[in-house]
């Protein structure tokens, strides 16, 4: 009597997608008999397949690190009864620690290689080949929602640096009312005009003091040491956020071997394969754009500072005009005191420019780096170049018999990659514009020196070589911060032209409450005419 076998039918992947598929495999049944004590029917021997994947239920329970050094995976659980693929030759070792491990009674084995083993345990951690656990979507989206709660935390900062550069205006405010009040004590004496100098001066303490109270923090903040996320390498690296002690640590796997190649054929890969890389570019937009935010927050700290140089050169620029013109004592309490004052706000908000200038430059120099790296688009739909060539023809999005333009999970995911792209230029653009704000900061610092300078040099009673050289100093760090700030806007003026976001006109929308709010008439505006 002949042995009868079965066919056992498997789906048979195509080679373009990095898969190998299944093959039919025909098994005698009294030697699948023999193998499986319960006769299930599986494969004597199974090859990696995505549509087999071990159940969640095993999933959440197992240690698939574990797993990888035992040489086995389950890919099937029904009751008690589990189906095992290993690569050991100890199949009854197997079927204990399966039982075991699974909770099962019975257990039926097939045979796998090594590298298909390997895997599986990707496919179960929704990893793609090579990749650390980290990389897996999951993982990813907690990174991605530490680095938006990081980002929210840099807001924030930049929100109380306003502030702070608000109280400093209230505080340039109240000592101007308090240098007028003394000034005009020094010149009048106490008379008849002592009541609008008390006025004065009760007004300037006052605007003084709040503007200080307001400084305060944001001074307790920028003295914080910011650490941006580290910026990609040369080498494939995963973007690792943590939670640690109540603070968000962000830092980076090691490099993945074999990852530059995966990605650059990721057009020939299999839809789940393409969505693991698209939910990893994601991840890694949202690096870029938390370092954009990093660089947004020093350089609102630097324009912090040169508020406070510009006031410390205004005080000390009075301070020293009235120790030289009027009534000039070298023991003057009032006028020695605006100078050291000034002297003291202007290293304070000196100490904050080179971080700031550091900052800008880096955020120009990965923007422009950043400007020339290949979009998610290109990758996954590269055109055709050769067209015999295999290598060159990608998996198409649109799967046999769905309608044309119904991408699917994968086209979703690709399209909130675009987007993501979308908002990483606009927020290189932010940073763009946040550098030129930075530059208006250094011009408009560098115009007080260049006043305060020019002036002492043109009003100096006493032209001696000391005093000469004290205001061209001033006069040259003025004009040193106008060259620099001119610099600086050049860029995000250029920018500006570029790019479609800051549009001269505007649209207004005409209230009609007879009709829904979608169906008001407009009226435009184009360079502020209608």
């Known amino acids: 009597m002949p042995i009868r076998t079965v066919r056992v039918l498997v789906r048979r992947l195509p080679c373009p997608w990095g898969l190998r598929g299944l093959e039919p495999v025909f098994i005698p049944i009294e030697e699948h008999v023999d193998q499986v004590t319960n006769q299930r029917a599986v494969p004597a021997t199974v090859y990696f397949d995505e549509a087999i994947a071990p159940p969640e239920s095993l999933a959440e329970a197992l240690d698939f690190e574990a797993l990888r050094d035992k040489g086995w995976v389950p890919l099937k659980r029904d009751g008690d009864w589990a189906w095992v693929a290993t690569c050991r030759q100890e199949q009854e070792a197997v079927r204990r620690e399966a039982q075991e491990m699974c909770g099962v009674a019975d257990v039926s084995i097939s045979a796998a290689g090594a590298e298909a083993i390997q895997r599986f345990i990707d496919h179960a951690e929704d990893l793609n080949p090579g990749f650390p656990v980290v990389a897996a979507r999951t993982f990813l989206a907690r990174t991605r929602t530490f680095l938006a709660a990081h980002r929210s935390q840099l807001s924030s900062y930049r929100t109380l640096l306003a502030k702070g550069r608000t109280g400093l205006a209230m505080l340039r405010t109240g000592l101007a009312l308090i240098a007028i ?89 299999s839809p789940v394969m393409r969505r693991r890389f698209l939910a990893l570019e994601r991840t890694e937009l949202a690096m870029e754009r938390t370092r954009q935010a990093h660089f947004r927050t020093v350089m609102a700290k630097s324009r912090t500072g040169m508020a406070l140089v510009r006031t410390g050169i205004a005080l000390t620029g009075l301070g020293t005009a009235l120790m030289r013109r009027i009534h000039a004592h070298p023991m003057d309490v009032v006028d020695i005191g605006l100078l050291v004052v000034g002297v003291i706000l202007i290293l304070e908000g000196l100490s904050w420019y080179l971080s700031g200038h550091g900052a800008g430059r880096t955020s120009l120099t990965e923007a422009h780096r950043a400007g020339e790296q290949t979009s998610a688009w290109s990758m996954l739909t590269p055109p055709v170049l050769e067209e015999n060539s295999l290598r060159s023809r990608s998996i198409p999005l649109i799967s046999p018999g769905c309608s044309e333009g119904i991408w699917g999970s994968t086209g979703l995911a690709l399209e909130r990659t675009l987007l993501a792209e979308r908002r990483n230029v606009m927020s290189r653009f932010r940073t763009s514009l946040a550098c030129s704000r930075t530059g208006f900061a250094y011009i408009r610092t560098g115009v007080n020196f260049v006043a305060v300078g020019l002036g002492l040099l043109l009003t100096s009673p006493h032209h001696t070589p000391g005093w000469i050289i004290f205001d061209s100093t001033i006069l040259c760090i003025g004009l040193l911060l106008l060259a620099d700030g001119f610099l600086w806007h050049r860029t995000a003026r250029r920018n500006r032209w570029q790019l479609s976001y800051c549009e001269p006109g505007m649209e207004i929308d005409i209230p009609d409450y007879t009709k829904p709010p979608g169906q008001w008439t407009t009226f435009e505006l184009e360079h502020g005419q209608p």
């Not at 903040?221 to 580290?230: H, M, S, V």
Request: aromatic share 6%; hydrophobic share 50%.
């Open 181 to 269: 009040a003394m000034m005009l004590l020094k010149v009048f004496g106490a008379g008849w005009i002592i009541v609008p100098e008390a006025v004065l001066a009760i007004c300037g303490v006052v605007l003084a003091s709040e503007g200080l109270t307001w400084y305060l923090p944001a001074r307790k903040l920028a003295r914080k040491r910011l650490a941006p996320p580290e910026p990609p390498g040369p080498d494939v690296t995963v973007p690792v956020a943590v939670f640690d002690q109540g603070r968000i640590r962000i830092s980076r796997s090691g490099s993945v071997p074999g990852a530059a190649q995966w990605m650059e054929e990721v057009e020939r890969h």
